[in-house]
Structure formats: structure tokens, C-alpha cells
């Protein structure tokens, strides 16, 4: 994680485009014939041929960047991320013939990343224990020892502003900051409207500057 002071805030205005701009998969189809039909004959129906799973090594080896991101956006400690993730390609695997394709793999993989990420808070809160600060992700051994000061304190910084969050502005400050996932894509993630999200980031988006203007003032 790069400084603080790089942080960017996207607008509603970028989601919007870049939603509106993803490349689209390809999907094969059938054409329906140009020739009429004979009298009396009934022309057969055009179907399309399923789409095959999303391959499971594929998922996880894109998506578990991605899914230890958000566990620990949501709360996991850092030293259960790991445990987490596997608990959540587990799940994965499980349910992969299930995935009917009504939304994107990376939407599904956060439904299942949220409830993991549930679950493990709950454990850590029923055995009491404190959760680990950011502050201890190992960093790499070529950093200078500016740029590693610089990386802890922006972490001890969104640790510290992630645990002021409710569950729903944390969700969206994963999503949307973090992930820089597109609104109409985080709504269907959270089963929300639309409108829910924009309002949820513009709240997220006046906290965050806040603590950044709290933070330099210190």
C-alpha cells in the first residue's frame, strides 16, 4: 500500500463510465436460418448453448489477490487471512456447479468472501480476542526504509479509519475504493439499488476526507 497522500477518491462519474465500458464477454450464438420455412412445417426454435463453468484454477489463481484484499478490508485478522481465503475457494469449489452465471464471477466470489469474513468476525469477538493491526503486513525486504515507514503508517491509517465504519460503509469502502469495482456492479454484489451505493460512497468519501484532514492537523 503507497502513501496516504495518494490515495485516489473516484467519483460517481468514473464508476459510471468505467461500468458502462467493460469489455464485454463473448458469447456464441446461433443464427437463425434465412430461409423460409416449408408449408405447414414448424421452424425449430433458436437456442443458444449453455456457457461453460468459470474453471476453478482460473478463479483462483485471479481471484485470491482479490479475495484476501476484501477479507481483510472486512475485518479479518491479518493472521487468519490465509485460513480465510481457503475457507472461501473451499466454499468456492463446492458450490462451482451451482454458479448459474447471473452474475460475475468476481460478484459471486464476494458473496461468498462477505459471509467467510462474517463468520471469522464472529469467532475473533466470541474468543474475545483483539484483532492485529494492518501495521503488522510484512512489507519487502528491498523497500527503503522510508518507503517501509511511509507503507506502515498508511496502513495503521486505514486500519484505523476502516474499524470506524459500519459493516455497510466497510462493504463499500472495499468495493469501491479499494477494488475500484463499478457502482452497478457493487449493487448487484450487495443487492442494493443503485442509488444506495452513490449515497453509501458519498458518506464513505466525506469520512475518509475528514480523518485525511484530521490526520494532517496532527
Not at 19 to 42: C, D, K, N, Q
Not at 88 to 110: C, I, M
Request: charged share 25%.
Amino acid at each position: 500500500m503507497g502513501s496516504v497522500a495518494d490515495f485516489v477518491l473516484p467519483s460517481e462519474t468514473d464508476c459510471t463510465f468505467a461500468a458502462t465500458h467493460r469489455p464485454r464477454r463473448s458469447l456464441l450464438r446461433v443464427e437463425p436460418s434465412t430461409e423460409a420455412p416449408l408449408p405447414g412445417s414448424i421452424e425449430p426454435a433458436v437456442v443458444a448453448p449453455a456457457e461453460a463453468l468459470p474453471d476453478f484454477g482460473a478463479l483462483y489463481t485471479e481471484g485470491f489477490p482479490f479475495v484476501y484484499r476484501v477479507l481483510r478490508a472486512l475485518g479479518v485478522a491479518p493472521h487468519r487471512l490465509e485460513d480465510a481465503a481457503q475457507d472461501v475457494f473451499t466454499v468456492v469449489h463446492r458450490k462451482l456447479p451451482e454458479f448459474a452465471g447471473r452474475s460475475s464471477p468476481r460478484t459471486w466470489l464476494f458473496a461468498i468472501t462477505q459471509r467467510v469474513a462474517n463468520d471469522y468476525r464472529r469467532a475473533e469477538r466470541r474468543k474475545g480476542s483483539r484483532l492485529m493491526s494492518l501495521e503488522a503486513e510484512p512489507t519487502s525486504e528491498l523497500a527503503s526504509p522510508h518507503a517501509d515507514l511511509e507503507a506502515r503508517q498508511a496502513a495503521r491509517f486505514v486500519d484505523g479509519f476502516v474499524k470506524t465504519l459500519s459493516a455497510e460503509k466497510r462493504a463499500i469502502f472495499a468495493l469501491a475504493f479499494l477494488e475500484e469495482m463499478p457502482a452497478p456492479e457493487i449493487a448487484q454484489a450487495l443487492s442494493v439499488p443503485l442509488n444506495t451505493v452513490y449515497s453509501r460512497m458519498r458518506a464513505v468519501r466525506v469520512e475518509l476526507r475528514a480523518a485525511l484532514e484530521k490526520r494532517r492537523t496532527l
